[in-house]
């Protein structure tokens, strides 16, 4: 059985399965509710004050989390294996003992982890029923058992979930209730909606995406974070909805579906680099390099003071008498020869354990 809709467009399924749904580009409108109800678990919330990075590498992050939850739908069971081992290994230190300040916190802890995996699909399901139309009791009693599936992408199994779609709900609102907002998930909270750094295209949609967060959080927990409200936003936040309504189911799919496709594809193409020989990586990568465009001011830019190498400013720590081999950034003692194997990470920056896949614009997210 699947999600039967009204029909509103050529472009729009009469019949939506949980597997179509969650690669609706859609859905990337809800991650900032998402995040911000998970952090507001104070298990949750503690992991990710102290051991997350939001403030340097949102946008990483954001794009390391897309990749997982993409490869959990959508990738093959031998590409997905390789992304779960690389988050796990990222995963290993988020750890805490219980303190005085909040409770004790595990990467691995099934309840947390189903609270974080309930999040998302509660967020999907929100946005499905704001946009397509509601589906009937039946509908969602499907598009849930397929979710419980879904989960065990995310490391749940399926009677790791309530029994049912009705026991869910108890759940969700039995949660909700108990999530606590600290002053330091609150600013966690600010670089999420406030991302420094970030491109001039998102900079452009932050004021509604921070409208579409707060919207869709449910109050209690807005008011925690005290994002702004009023009735003049909340009407705003319900035009927002009503236009999405009418024009996005209405999209092609190639649209719909295009950022489902460009993360699939730089996970493949991540993979494809982690099965060829560093050599050939370093040289795949120095290729591109090469090709990059620079800005004018950049200290590589084409008309910058170079060493003999022709490949860095005169005024690089790196100089061209150093005893270290040109094309080598290891500190000149280090213990390894000059012909030692490297690390991929070696070239350009440390390797980060977690989810190594280049997006559009070759930038490089981290763990999810």
Same mark, same amino acid.
């Given at each position: 059985m699947t999600? &039967?809709?009204?029909? @509103?467009?050529?472009?729009?399924?009469?019949?939506?399965?949980?597997?179509?749904? /969650?690669?609706?580009?859609?859905?990337?409108?809800?991650?900032?509710r998402a995040l911000l109800l998970q952090i507001a678990h104070p298990a949750v919330g503690?992991?990710?004050?102290?051991?997350s990075d939001f403030a340097d590498r949102m946008m990483a992050r954001f794009h390391a989390t897309m990749?997982?939850?993409?490869?959990?739908?959508?990738?093959?069971?031998?590409?997905?294996?390789? &992304?779960?081992?690389?988050?796990?290994?990222?995963?290993?230190?988020?750890?805490?003992?219980a303190t005085a300040a909040g409770p004790a916190y595990s990467a691995f802890d099934p309840e947390l982890q189903l609270w974080v995996a309930a999040t998302l699909y509660a967020t999907m399901v929100d946005l499905d029923a704001r946009v397509f139309g509601p589906p009937s009791a039946a509908s969602r009693e499907e598009l849930y058992r397929e979710a419980t599936?879904?989960?065990?992408?995310?490391?749940?199994?399926?009677?790791?979930?309530?029994?049912?779609?009705?026991?869910?709900?108890?759940?969700?609102?039995?949660?909700?209730?108990?999530? /606590?907002?600290?002053?330091?998930?609150?600013?966690?909270?600010?670089?999420?909606?406030?991302?420094?750094?970030?491109?001039?295209?998102?900079r452009a949609v932050l004021p509604d995406a921070r409208l579409v967060t707060a919207g869709l959080l449910p109050p209690g927990v807005r008011e925690q974070f005290r994002l702004p409200w009023s009735p003049a936003i909340e009407r705003r936040f319900e035009r927002r909805m009503r236009w999405a309504g009418a024009v996005y189911p209405r999209l092609p799919e190639r649209l719909r579906h295009g950022?489902?496709?460009?993360?699939?594809?730089?996970?493949?193409? /991540?993979?494809?680099?982690?099965?060829?020989? &560093?050599?050939? @990586? &370093?040289?795949?990568?120095d290729r591109r390099a090469a090709d990059a465009p620079?800005?004018?001011?950049?200290?590589?830019?084409?008309?910058?003071?170079?060493?003999?190498?022709?490949?860095?400013?005169a005024d690089d720590p790196l100089?061209?008498?150093?005893?270290?081999?040109a094309d080598d950034p290891r500190p000149a003692d280090d213990p @390894?020869?000059?012909?030692?194997?490297?690390?991929?990470?070696?070239?350009?920056?440390?390797?980060?354990?977690?989810? @190594?896949?280049?997006?559009?614009?070759?930038?490089?997210?981290?763990r999810a």
């Open positions: 999600a &039967v809709r009204a029909d @509103r467009g050529a472009g729009t399924p009469r019949e939506l399965t949980f597997r179509q749904l /969650s690669g609706e580009a859609l859905c990337l409108a809800g991650g900032g503690r992991g990710v004050v102290e051991h990749t997982f939850v993409y490869a959990a739908t959508f990738a093959t069971p031998e590409e997905f294996d390789v &992304v779960r081992r690389r988050v796990n290994r990222a995963h290993a230190p988020v750890r805490g003992a599936r879904w989960g065990g992408g995310l490391q749940l199994r399926p009677e790791d979930w309530p029994a049912t779609e009705a026991a869910f709900r108890d759940y969700w609102d039995d949660m909700v209730a108990r999530l /606590s907002v600290t002053d330091a998930t609150r600013a966690v909270a600010g670089q999420i909606l406030n991302p420094g750094g970030a491109p001039v295209w998102l950022p489902r496709d460009a993360y699939l594809r730089g996970l493949r193409r /991540s993979l494809a680099d982690d099965r060829r020989p &560093v050599d050939e @990586r &370093v040289a795949a990568d620079r800005a004018a001011d950049a200290p590589w830019a084409a008309d910058a003071p170079r060493t003999a190498d022709g490949l860095r400013a100089a061209a008498d150093d005893p270290r081999a @390894r020869p000059a012909d030692a194997p490297r690390t991929a990470g070696e070239r350009g920056g440390a390797a980060h354990p977690g989810i @190594r896949t280049r997006q559009p614009g070759g930038r490089t997210p981290g």
